[in-house]
Structure formats: C-alpha cells, structure tokens
C-alpha cells in the first residue's frame, strides 16, 4: 500500500474511532447518569479527551492524525500537507465519521440509521463553535515543535476543557458535526442546525489562518 493509502486509511480509522467515542461514551453516559446532565457530559468528554490521545499517539505517525477537516485545510492552506493527500484525507474523515456513529449504535443494539432530533441553533453556540474551533487550531499550531505525546495531551486536555466552557460542548469539526446529524442519542445535532455549526467553524479556521498571516508579517518585517 502507498503512503498516501495509508495516510487516508489512517484518517478514516481514526476519524471511525472518534465518533465511536463520542456518541457511544454520550449513550454510556447517559444510560448511567439516569437523568444526571452533568455526570453524562463528564463521562463524554473524557472518554473524548483519552481516546484522542490515544488515537493521535497511535495514527499520527502515519497521517499526522488530522481526524478533522478544518485541520487538514489549515495544514493544506499553510502548505503543510501534500496536494495529492488533502482530498483523500477529506474523504476518509466524513465517510469514517459515519461509520463510526454507525459502529456506536450498532454496539448498544440500536437501530443503526437514525436522524437526530437534538435542537442547538442559537448564537450563543455558534459563537462557541466559533471559540472551540479556533483554540484547537491555535493549540495545534502552537504545539507543532512538540513531540507526539505532547501535542495528543494539549488536544485531548483542550476538548475535554472545551466540552465545558463552551455552550455547544466544542464539536469543532465539519465531519463530527456531519456525522452526529445520523445519531438521535446524546450528541446528536438536528439535521437542519449543522450548516450553522460548520460554518462557525470555517469561520474559526478563518481567524486563525489570519491570525498567523499577521503574526508572520509582523515577524517578517522585524527582521
């Protein structure tokens, strides 16, 4: 297999395995918690925090580990991931996504195709996609000259964070956002209220993106 295959095949396993974290860790939860909002969303976001950990330290010698569209669009835009591979790795993310959330129910025998019914479209949560999206990247790109582990501790530490001081609970990626559409369970999102949440996270891929085109001209012209 090439290493491009490989890479995608990477994106594609890890991004299955974090919506198999995300929505079968929000069903667990919620199962457990017996009508206890806040013990189900502590469960959630931890088992989301450590299992990006373990993810990023696994696949991200093979990919990179993006497991996010706006991650690979920023690495793309930065010139960071090769033109032959950012497609690929789109691809890989959405349809992993889905299957992951297809994995997740079929685990706790529920019916495997689903559309959520879960409301979130109010500004206070697109600002916070907004938020939770742009510190991610920032917590990347700040990372980047850290060793693996590192880096997969600041991820994982900043979703779980980010879980509870933004109000939509940081989906902060285009294909988690697509995915938990097809899940009626914890994390879910209704169907018609997700292009608001990715578009507030193109929107904090955007702020970021400038945000270093300043910083570098700025840098730039110090020298």
């Not at 991004?15 to 017996?34: P, R």
């Not at 090769?82 to 997740?104: E, I, K, P, R």
């Not at 697509?178 to 169907?191: E, K, W, Y």
Request: charged content about 10%; overall charge positive; hydrophobic content about 55%.
């Amino acid at each position: 297999m090439s290493a491009a295959r490989k890479a995608a095949a990477a994106e594609f396993a890890g991004t299955l395995g974090l919506l198999a974290i995300v929505i079968g860790s929000g069903i667990m939860g919620e199962t457990l918690a017996q009508g206890n909002v806040a013990i189900a969303l502590l469960a959630n976001a931890l088992a989301t925090g450590a299992g990006l950990y373990v993810l990023i330290t696994t696949l991200g010698p093979v990919s990179g580990a993006h497991f996010n569209p706006v991650v690979t669009l920023m690495q793309r835009l930065r010139g960071e991931t090769l033109a032959a591979h950012w497609s690929s790795y789109l691809l890989a993310q959405f349809a992993g996504a889905v299957l992951g959330v297809w994995l997740a129910h079929a685990m706790f025998d529920l019916p495997i195709l689903q559309a959520s019914s879960k409301l979130r479209a109010t500004p206070g949560l697109w600002i916070s996609e907004v938020v939770a999206t742009s510190g991610l990247l920032a917590t990347i790109v700040l990372g980047a000259k850290a060793s693996l582990d590192s880096i997969a501790a600041r991820v994982g530490g900043y979703i779980f964070a980010a879980y509870w001081f933004t109000a939509s609970t940081s989906f902060a990626n285009p294909a988690v956002t697509f995915a938990r559409m097809f899940s009626d369970t914890f994390a879910g999102i209704l169907p018609a209220h997700a292009p608001a949440f990715i578009a507030a996270q193109c929107v904090g891929l955007g702020l970021v993106l400038g945000a270093l085109r300043v910083t570098q001209s700025a840098s730039n012209g110090a020298r």
